[in-house]
């Protein structure tokens, strides 16, 4: 069998488990209503938790950017990359996040792949989350070090495995917000642990920043974990934030060894300092905006009640993640096709992504959204799933 010939196997088998996916064409900027493939459809689907994307102060602050600094930074942060405009934005984040220190990477996926290599040196075993976001796990393979998975926000199944370790250095990483679940991390009790045994916890907020915590400063600030030496905070820019980019903060013998061993960080384009200049106005809107916050929740807390009413059983989640999980994967993308016909996006989330079994509708929430647009889905809801 060719190359070419075992691909064409390997796609048809993909149809034929239901599991394989297509891109969709937007028309114009982000938002809850949109024009997808042709259609207007309300959108249940979106990251950008605060609606900021198409901000006119965050899009006015990019202009401006370009204008200032051009459309690209040239060159690695290391080389001549690193912009005046860069390293506010890091001193920025640091502040916002009560962390000592920021470091800015091109994506998340870049940022987890790069802190865990880094800090995962020799002699080193890493703990995570058997729910953990793809990235934190890819990152634990290229390390190249023992991975070990605990039990799904479990503290005491990682108390017990970091007792029986016998390596002398100890890492743990945990989603603080769990992108499929919307669950959050028992991260005081985790934070407990690893002190206790002297580990590294390295916490994915790419769900919580923005969005919960003091000024959204994300899961640590909402669990009133404080600052540590071995804790290090990683956030997206491109969800609540409604830019592109991530960080990682933390203390700086942390962040100083990321920037020299992270070859995601090292070996790549710093992101154009537009953009940065951009996400410093989204992170001004973010922190001094607390009605965004207060509004999301109340559309929560109306989605869920309705949700009850209907019968519809959602995953234990406060946060604008809202799964509905349905089981097979063929009902879900039934459903969520279903929910299409009526005008509605919300995506159908099938294996690998979630466990077999799992299959579900992932309704995500705006500030952008409204209580008529929560009460349509909820309407929608109630006439396609069974």
Known sequence: MSLLEALHARLARRHADGLHRQRRIAEGPAGVERVIDGEALLTFCSNDYLGLADHPAVARAFHL???????GSGAAHLIDGHTRAHHALEEELADWTGQPRALLFSTGYMANIGV???LAGEACILFEDRLNHASLLDGALLSRRRLVRYDHADPDDL??????????LRLVATDGVFSMDGDIAPLPTLAQIC???GAGLIVDDAHALGVIGREGAGSLAACGVASDPLIAQVGTLGKALGTFGAFVAGHETLIETVLQFARSYLFTT?????????????VRLARA??????????LITRFRRGAESLGLELLPSTTPIQPLVLGSAERAVQCADQLRRAGLLVPAVRPPTVPDGSARLRITFSARHSEAHVDRLLEALAEVVP
């Open 159 to 168: 108390a017990r495995r970091l007792t029986q370790s016998t390596q002398p």
């Open 195 to 197: 002190q206790t045994h």
């Open 65 to 71: 950017g370009i204008e200032r600094w051009g459309a």
């Open 270 to 282: 710093a992101p154009p300092a537009a953009l940065a200049e951009a996400t410093r106005a989204a």
């Open 289 to 298: 905006e607390g009605w965004r916050r207060d509004h999301l929740a109340n």
């Open 116 to 118: 865990l290599t880094a």
